[in-house]
DNA sequence: TATCTTGCATATGTATACATGTTCTTTCAA
DNA sequence: TTGAAAGAACATGTATACATATGCAAGATA
């Protein structure tokens, strides 16, 4: 079976990668995947390639690509990129969103609301946040915050579910974030997801050092 | 001579591009360039996927690969992601700039001011911004802006020469964002840094619209 | 026993041949 | 003259063989 292409080979190894199948340090050899896969080694290697380039995989012993680990500094580094980038998105936002798509985000908002599936909040928080991001009307800056999401994506999989505790604060930020949307005041916008994004990252951080201390 | 590996031409491209030798639109051809280079196509198709990544080119006809052309909206998002970004960084730094990097960052100041050669002031400007992009303390950030003024820079290799007045205000911008820093102002210095940013792309805009109304 | 050297195992880097898909051109018919 | 269909041309996608580099292990030598 070699209905798999290079671009679909990078794909599968993202998902494996963020879904945290495979584990950092996990050694990701042409040949073996390659056979794997039923193809020749050549798209193999453009997608570990791109992995590569999207920091998600490093090279390790001999030249050979394993999956990117990461230090707590990188992580620190990572979510305070992203959030500062996330809360530039909600600024703009704040000033450009639609009549529509307010209302949209007030909509989301009620779901959240009526919502205890930690699975399910988890899409609707992703609309709550996709929302926002396109409301910014900077298609540039949000493949920016696409990116660095998939790197925090690899850490929240891995070592983070939801409990109710912090469903109920992430309901509270969400509301607080919308409220100064709909006020169209940007910089109380964007200090606000500063905040929401920094305190995702606390609970990673925190799960992290109860783990391997 | 096969000297050349795929990170050579990678960089000899980007390079290419950057420094408006090679103009939006113009064919890439595996073929062709590993002629030109010496090499196989093998090496060239790598760095065209990866110039593919960076945004610094795109298909064309036949799938083949062409410099990236970009709209004027393009090139708004573009230097607006670029300008959140990198007031972002500066923000960080006013906070977290050692005394050592304060003076460095003064003297920069200083020889910008006795400077006069448009051609070195780019040099002098390059390590300002430099300086405060390292000072954040935060490298996944830093990489990020990298990545898009990698793009910016494609835009002003092409269209733009700095002319002396504009010599003159960059002088006074750096020295305002200087002081907000060495107030330890994070917000002054996001706001000034973001203008800094959006008035080099008025320029930028500004020949461009001259050039083909 | 410690260390340096040599050789081999392993994995990626490159070259080349062939496969595939897309566009342009030519040709034939209405 | 126009339109459609077929095929040639061109460019990338993939497979495979060979080249190169790197780390590890074994053995020789001080």
């Not at 450009?96 to 009620?110: K, P």
């Not at 939801?162 to 964007?190: K, N, P, V, Y």
């Amino acid at each position: 079976m070699s209905n798999r292409t290079a671009e679909n080979i990078f794909d599968t190894l993202v998902d494996g990668i963020v879904a945290g199948r495979m584990t950092p340090g996990e050694p990701l050899v042409e040949q073996a995947l390659a056979e794997q896969f039923g193809v020749s080694r050549t798209p193999v290697r453009e997608a570990l390639h791109r992995l590569e380039q999207a920091n998600l995989a490093e090279r390790g012993a001999r030249r050979a690509f394993v999956v990117r680990k990461m230090a707590p500094e990188d992580l620190a580094e990572l979510f305070e990129a992203a959030g500062e980038v996330e809360s530039a998105l909600a600024a703009l936002a704040a000033n450009r969103m639609s009549e529509i798509e307010r209302r949209r985000l007030e909509a989301i908002l009620g779901e959240g609301d009526a919502c205890n599936d930690p699975q399910s909040y988890g899409d609707i928080n992703a609309r709550f946040h996709g929302t926002i991001q396109s409301g910014a009307r900077n298609g540039i800056l949000a493949a920016t915050l696409d990116e660095l999401n998939l790197r925090t994506l690899a850490w929240r999989a891995a070592n983070f579910h939801e409990d109710s505790s912090r469903l109920a604060s992430s309901r509270a930020e969400h509301r607080a974030i919308a409220q100064a949307i709909f006020a169209q005041d940007g910089e109380a916008t964007r200090r606000l997801m500063r905040s929401h994004v920094a305190s995702s990252y606390i609970i990673v951080a925190d799960i992290l050092a109860k783990r391997a201390p």
